[in-house]
């Protein structure tokens, strides 16, 4: 049971952490990251939120990697759902405030990049499942074996394209979300002794096990 209280915990730390990214970006007025500047574009014609889209296309996203044959796990739906809830429910709550110079929406794009590697880390060092987003990029990785930074930067350029078409802000701080999210992150899972080559991500199946015996005192 502690081990599974730790892996909850650890998720939802990751969850949040994430979703804080994604407001610090969008309140930092200097664009958003690259998949937020297309959630937007998304939400701004269909009439959804931000949090509404991500889900949305998290769903689409399972449904590609599920095909190309990675372990889709609880961790997975649950990033795809809880990830787009913290989203609204800050912004809601409006625990971060606007930037409203260009020196405190550097710092919150900053902010947001450490911030959204660190959640990620978490996340995905749990091994119950990739988040969408990230699980496309780790099919991508080891289809390709290349590195982190540019299977993000390739597929971030892509989503950011296609957002700004659908009239997603982009700014300075896209630029910078697009270009250090993915080094930032290659240096979070470096610090952190972290191969994602090395990573085996439970299923579905295999996690309803874990939680039985966790559940049931097999696992302590």
Not at 88 to 99: R, T, V
Not at 158 to 178: D, Q, R
Request: proline share 2%.
């Amino acid at each position: 049971m502690k081990k599974l209280l730790a892996k909850t915990s650890r998720l939802t730390l990751g969850f949040l952490l994430c979703a804080l990214s994604t407001v610090l970006a969008l309140h930092s007025n200097l664009g958003l990251s690259p998949w937020d500047v297309f959630h937007q574009g998304l939400a701004n014609v269909t009439g959804m939120t931000i949090g509404q889209a991500s889900i949305v296309v998290g769903v689409v996203i399972v449904i590609g990697t599920a095909i190309s044959g990675l372990e889709i796990g609880l961790g997975t739906i649950a990033n795809m759902i809880v990830i787009g809830c913290f989203i609204d429910l800050i912004i809601y709550a409006k625990i971060i405030p606007e930037s409203n110079s260009l020196f405190t929406g550097l710092l919150m794009i900053l902010g947001s990049l450490v911030v959204g590697a660190l959640g990620s880390y978490l996340y995905i060092g749990c091994e119950m499942g990739c988040g969408p987003r990230d699980g496309l990029m780790v099919a991508l990785v080891k289809r390709t074996n290349k590195p982190i930074s540019l299977i993000r930067l390739c597929i971030e350029s892509c989503a950011l394209f296609i957002g700004w078409l659908m009239g997603g802000t982009v700014g300075i701080g896209t630029l910078i979300t697009a270009l250090g999210l993915g080094i930032t992150m290659q240096m979070v899972f470096k610090i952190f002794k972290i191969d994602i080559k090395a990573l085996h991500h439970s299923s579905i199946k295999r996690s309803l096990v874990f939680l039985k015996e966790a559940v049931t005192g097999q696992i302590k």
